[in-house]
Nanobody, 126 residues
Framework: QVHLVESGGGSVQAGGSLRLSCVAS????????MGWFRQAAGKEREGVAA????????YYASSVEGRFTISQDKAKNTVTLQMDSLKPEDTAMYYC???????????????????WGQGTQVTVSS
């Protein structure tokens, strides 16, 4: 079992920044990809960013590339999502998730992730 806990969400004005953190505990091996997804009200869950165990090949959705940065601290079992230049359309519940795999597919799919956090709300006002 792997337990994921997100923190760092909140409310911010457009153009602002937030930093989300996800701490993993339990049966963590450090050999799985980790990702962030988001789900806005009335919309499907969307893959935002993900990182491979060796941190060499991060993935970003086109909607956030250049504004969001994913990083990982294996010593602390923590994955971080730095979100800059936030836009109202970034408003959503953000979820941390652990992948079943050690490589990333060209496109993030929620079905590739087996453990999920409870989510943290991000609200961006215009």
């Amino acid at each position: 079992q792997v337990h994921l806990v997100e923190s760092g969400g909140g409310s911010v004005q457009a153009g602002g920044s937030l930093r989300l953190s996800c701490v993993a505990s339990g049966s963590t091996s450090g050999r799985n990809c980790m990702g962030w997804f988001r789900q806005a009200a009335g919309k499907e869950r969307e893959g935002v960013a993900a990182i491979t165990p060796d941190t060499s090949s991060p993935y970003y959705a086109s909607s956030v590339e250049g504004r969001f940065t994913i990083s990982q601290d294996k010593a602390k079992n923590t994955v971080t999502l730095q979100m800059d230049s936030l836009k109202p359309e970034d408003t959503a519940m953000y979820y941390c998730a652990r992948s079943l795999f050690f490589r990333l597919a060209p496109r993030l799919s929620a079905s590739d992730f087996d453990y999920w956090g409870q989510g943290t709300q991000v609200t961006v006002s215009s």
